[in-house]
C-alpha cells in the first residue's frame, strides 16, 4: 500500500515509519521538523535498508500537501503531524487549535481533492478528562482538561462526521496513553528540542547530565505514593499498533476508536526507580506544585484493540527504561550528536 506519514520524523512517526517499511509498504514522509530531525529518516532508512520520499513541508501548507497528493498518490495516511504539549497549550491555545484542528482540515481536503479515503489519526488517551471510572474504555466519556486534549477531542469528531460523509471513508483513532522507550537498536529515540515536558526524556537527560534533577509535579495525589500514575506504553508496541491499523483501514469502512496501553499504570517515583535500575545512575528529585491540567491517574483498557486489531502491548517498564537509557546514553545530544 502507498502511506503517507505526517510527522514522519517525530519520535512516534519515526518508530511507525521503520514497522511500516519493514512491511514492505510504499512510504511518503511530511514533516516541518519543528520538533523533529531530518536525521531520525536518515538513520530509519539505514536500519530498514529502505528509501522513502520525503517532503519538508507544513500540514496545514495546503499547496504542499496538494502536491504530495498529487506526486505520491497515497491510498492511506498516518497523521502524526501537531503540537503536543499539555503546558504550552495551556499557554497558547490558538497556536494549538491552528495547528492540531486546521492541519487536519486541510489534509482532509487533500485527501478528498486526491481520493484518498483511508486515515489512521494520532488522538491521545487526554480526549477523557478527569476518570469516571478507570480503566478508561472507549465508550469513556470524553471531557478533555486541557487545550491539547481538546484540540485531539475536536479533531476526532471532525474525523467522525468525515467517515460518515462517504460510506468509503475509513477512520482509524489510536488513543494513545504515555509513549516512551525506543527502538532497540539505540538508533532512535525522543529527542525534544527544548525542556522535556514528558517524564521519560526528562528523566534520561538527567541521567545521562545535561539536567541537574528532575522535578515532580505534584506529591499529593490519590496514588499509591502520591504521584501521578500513568499507562506507559512501549514506542515500539504504538509503533506496531498502526500497521495493524493500516490493515484496519484497509478492510474496513467507518470510524473506529481504540485505546492503545497497557493497562497497567506506574507512578513517577516507581518509573525513577525502573529507571535508575536500567541505567545505574542515581536520580536526584524534588516535588512541586500540580501541573494545571494534569490527572491524578490515567490506565487504559485495550480489550478492544486486543479483539478488533490483535494487537496487545509486549514490552515490560522494565524494557521501556531500559531501550530510554540505550538512546540516550548513545546519543547524549539526541540527534544532535551526529
Known amino acids: ?50 528509501n522513502f520520499v520525503k517532503v519538508a513541508a507544513d500540514v496545514c501548507d495546503e499547496r504542499a500537501l496538494n502536491n504530495v497528493f498529487e506526486d505520491f498518490k497515497p491510498e492511506a495516511v498516518i497523521h502524526f503531524a501537531g503540537l503536543k504539549a499539555v503546558g504550552e497549550s495551556a499557554a497558547v491555545p490558538l497556536k494549538y487549535y491552528e495547528h492540531n484542528v486546521q492541519g487536519t482540515i486541510a489534509l482532509l481536503k487533500a485527501m478528498e481533492a486526491s481520493g484518498c479515503d483511508r486515515i489512521v489519526f494520532s488522538s491521545s488517551a487526554t480526549v ?26 475536536f479533531v476526532e469528531e471532525i474525523l467522525k462526521d468525515w467517515a460518515h460523509s462517504n460510506d468509503r471513508n475509513s477512520v482509524v483513532l489510536l488513543r494513545y496513553f504515555n509513549p516512551v522507550g525506543a527502538h532497540s537498536s539505540g538508533r532512535i ?40 500514575l500513568r499507562d506507559y506504553i512501549h514506542v515500539v508496541d504504538l509503533a506496531r499498533a498502526h500497521v495493524a491499523a ?41 516535588f512541586g506544585p500540580r501541573r494545571a491540567g494534569d490527572i491524578a491517574a490515567s490506565i487504559a483498557d485495550p480489550a478492544k484493540a486486543r479483539k478488533m486489531l490483535n494487537w496487545q502491548a509486549k514490552h515490560s517498564l522494565k524494557d521501556m527504561c531500559e531501550s530510554s537509557w540505550e538512546w540516550q546514553s548513545g546519543n547524549p545530544n539526541g540527534y544532535r550528536s551526529d
Not at 512491511?23 to 529518516?41: G, R
Not at 522535556?196 to 539536567?211: E, H, K, T, W, Y
Not at 476508536?257 to 545512575?281: D, M, P, Q, Y
Open 1 to 50: 500500500m502507498r502511506i503517507l506519514i505526517t510527522g514522519g520524523a517525530g519520535y512516534i512517526g519515526s518508530h511507525t515509519l521503520l514497522e511500516i517499511l519493514g512491511e514492505k509498504h510504499d512510504v511518503c514522509v511530511i514533516d516541518n521538523y519543528s520538533n523533529s530531525s531530518p536525521v531520525a529518516l536518515e538513520r530509519v532508512a539505514k536500519l530498514t535498508n529502505s
Open 128 to 153: 477523557y478528562g478527569e476518570p469516571v471510572y478507570l480503566p478508561y474504555d472507549e465508550d469513556h466519556p470524553c471531557a478533555p482538561t486541557n487545550p491539547y486534549g481538546r484540540t485531539k477531542y
Open 189 to 228: 529515540g525522543e529527542d525534544p528540542d527544548d525542556i522535556p515536558n514528558n517524564l521519560m526524556p526528562f528523566v534520561s537527560q538527567v541521567a545521562v547530565g545535561r539536567r541537574s534533577k528532575l522535578q515532580v509535579f505534584g506529591n499529593d495525589y490519590d496514588t499509591p505514593d502520591g504521584t501521578g
Open 246 to 286: 493500516v490493515d484496519y483501514v484497509a478492510k474496513n469502512r467507518g470510524v473506529d476508536a481504540f485505546n492503545i496501553g497497557t493497562g497497567k499504570g506506574a507512578t513517577v517515583l516507581e518509573v525513577v526507580k525502573a529507571f535508575e535500575a536500567a541505567s545505574g545512575r542515581e536520580i536526584p528529585y524534588s
